[in-house]
Structures are given as C-alpha cells and as structure tokens.
C-alpha cells in the first residue's frame, strides 16, 4: 500500500514559543510538513495566498488582524480552504465566531501530538474535529441562536440519521459503519445536506442542524476531554 501524502501545514501563532513547538512537534511526525508560519491574521491570508497548504492551524487571538477575521479573509476567497482554530479559549463567543467565520474545526490548545496529528488528518479528510467541550458550547448557544429557524428542505429519514451522528462527532468512518455505508457514500449523503440547507462545510452544516433541532444538544454524549 501506498504511504498516505504528508499534509501540507500554516501554523499561525503570535507568539514565537508556540511556533518553536510547531517546529519541533511536526518534525516529529512525519505526516505532517509545516511548509509556513504567520505571526497575525495578516501575515496567515498572504502565506495561505502565497503556499496553499491543505489545513492551516489559527490562533485567534493575534495583533492587527486577528485568527478569527482572518478565517473569514481566507474562507470567503478560498472557500474550500481548511482552517482549524486552535486556542486556549473555549468560550461560546469564540467557538461560535469561528465556526461562522468558516473554521472546519476548533480544539484546545494542549491537545498533543498525536491528537493534534490526527485532527488534522481528520480536517483534511472532510471531517470535523471539534473538543467535545466546543462542540457543547456550540450546541448550547445555537439551540436558541434564532427566532425562526431556517427552512428545512426536505430531509429524508437517512439525512436526518446522519446529521444526528455528524452532531456526536463522528468521523465520516465511523458514520459508514454505524449506517452500512462507504465513506464515499457519507461524504455525498453529506454534500447534498449541505446543497439542501445552503451551506457547504461540515461546521456550517452542523450549525444549521442545531438551529433546525435536527441535531439535540441534550443528546451529545458525555465529554471525554
């Protein structure tokens, strides 16, 4: 079998230790090239215009143009790029700032190498790596986030079953098992749920299904963090 193709990795971080523990953590796992660094939210649109790297690790908070308008800068010229928030702060209004300004994931600083490693993998493949303790954040401040939810275009029975296991975190494998699916099958099931709710990544996917009640938020599982 052919070795899987290493990910091409923007770490973004303003401060110079976060980025020497890059550096030192990713040369260590051969999966992952970090092929740049950015030291504000400026600095990471040019390197993301300059490099096309397939994921980028933000920090939100950084001075002159912070990670979360730089998701947003990134995202609205490149909407298929991936760009995972990564900060100490798990806070409603962060966790949903970014996942509206088009971040595909969000984790908490501290989560290890191979933790780390592996999200990124996750992100690259489509999927979407959330803590599970954002992704109650998420849940909880979106189950009244409006007035009238937006319309639901017709799910059918299976959609609604995958949303429901997209809402516990499951990878797109995962989700196949439990459905008796390809993951190419999932990732179709999925595109087309985002064609029917009007959005494209499986953050905004997730967000939509929650404002739907689609997904329950009392019905996350437990939190391993």
Avoid: C
């Avoid at 592996?118 to 690259?124: E, K």
């Avoid at 992704?135 to 609604?160: I, M, N």
């Avoid at 296991?165 to 087309?192: C, D, P």
């Amino acid at each position: 079998m052919a070795p899987r193709p290493r990910i091409r990795l923007l770490a973004a971080d303003d401060d110079p230790q976060v980025r020497a523990a890059y550096r030192d953590l990713f040369a260590h796992h051969p999966e992952v090239e970090l092929v740049g660094e950015a030291s504000d939210g400026a600095e990471a649109v040019e390197a993301y215009a300059r490099l096309r790297p397939d994921v980028v690790l933000m920090d939100l908070q950084m001075p002159r143009v912070s990670g979360i308008d730089a998701i947003g800068q990134i995202h609205q010229r490149w909407p298929d790029a991936i760009v995972v928030a990564m900060t100490t702060f798990g806070t409603q209004e962060y966790v949903v700032a970014a996942i509206r300004a088009g971040a595909a994931g969000y984790l908490i600083k501290g989560v290890g190498g191979s933790g780390l490693t592996t999200a990124l993998r996750q992100a690259v493949a489509g999927d979407m790596p959330l803590s599970s303790t954002v992704r109650r954040e998420l849940a909880a401040v979106l189950k009244g986030d409006a007035a009238s939810p937006p319309p639901q275009r017709d799910l059918t029975p299976r959609e609604t079953e995958l949303l429901r296991w997209l809402g516990h975190g499951f990878t797109n494998a995962q989700i196949g098992a439990r459905m008796h699916l390809s993951e190419g099958s999932v990732k179709q099931y999925v595109a087309r749920i985002g064609d029917k709710l009007g959005v494209t990544s499986r953050t905004q996917i997730l967000v939509r299904a929650i404002q739907l009640r689609v997904v329950d938020p009392s019905d996350l599982p437990p939190i391993h963090d």
